[in-house]
């Protein structure tokens, strides 16, 4: 089946400094996967931050990016100057439409604690 | 701004009991979700409807029965909890099921199984 595999938190880094959080997939059921990052700021629930439907293509928001990249099957976050508010759970995540069907199959998520 | 509604937010019970979570959505979608969020923090998918029709159903065991009686609504009922369903239940709504983009997340139920 799908699978997303990323970052091992918790990640801790001070304000203003850069981050990465890895994320790797595995599309057996879909041949051409959306990739998604989502992330739940404490007290709120789960949105998305971010996504990419081509290969090759970059998605960004609040000043974080990724690169779907087809060839090493990753999506890696990264952001060049973290905020405190940056704290919060990141999941990434694969999905596109098989036999009709719509759903999102997601890592493990990784917590981010930013330092002030 | 809040869309996706779930009550309750919190329930603890019993092993054998009858648990119900409700979820409700504003934003007019077509499409609607269960998730499961388990105590290693992976999200799996179990039920997804699309305008009151069930369109994924994932192996879930037979006393999990999603209801839904229009397409803002998706309830999950649980007929005699075991200890392995002690999770956080999300509801989350998309445009329509073709729509592989964003979906909506409530805040998630939380169920504790004694």
């Known amino acids: 089946g799908d699978s997303v595999t990323q970052t091992e938190g918790p990640v801790t880094v001070s304000e203003s400094e850069s981050l990465i959080i890895n994320c790797t997939y595995s599309?057996?059921?879909?041949?051409?996967?959306?990739l998604f990052w989502y992330v739940r700021y404490p007290g709120e629930g789960l949105q998305l931050l971010l996504k990419?439907?081509?290969?090759?293509q970059k998605g960004s928001s609040r000043g974080f990016e990724a690169t779907y990249n087809k060839e090493t099957t990753s999506f890696h976050l990264q952001k060049a100057s973290v905020q405190e508010s940056d704290s919060a759970v990141y999941y990434c995540?694969?999905?596109?439409?098989?036999?009709?069907?719509?759903?999102?199959?997601f890592g493990q998520g990784t917590v981010l604690s930013v330092i002030p | 701004e809040t869309a996706v509604f779930q009550t309750p937010n919190y329930h603890v019970t019993q092993v054998g009991n009858e648990v119900s979570f409700n979820c409700k959505q504003t934003?007019?979608?077509?499409?609607m979700y269960w998730y499961k969020q388990d105590s290693k923090k992976l999200l799996k998918i179990m039920f997804s409807?699309?305008?009151?029709?069930?369109?994924v159903n994932e192996t879930v065991p037979r006393r999990f029965s999603p209801q839904s009686s229009d397409k803002a609504h998706l309830n999950l009922r649980i007929k005699s909890v075991e200890p392995e369903d002690s999770a956080v239940y999300l509801c989350?709504?998309?445009?329509?099921?073709?729509?592989?983009?964003?979906?909506?997340f409530g805040e998630g139920s939380k169920l504790t199984v004694l």
């Open positions: 989350a709504s998309s445009r329509d099921w073709r729509n592989t983009g964003q979906l909506y």
């Open positions: 599309a057996t059921s879909i041949a051409y996967p959306n």
């Open positions: 990419v439907i081509t290969a090759g």
């Open positions: 995540a694969l999905g596109g439409a098989t036999g009709g069907n719509n759903k999102l199959t």
């Open positions: 934003l007019g979608h077509d499409t």
């Open positions: 409807y699309n305008n009151k029709q069930l369109i």
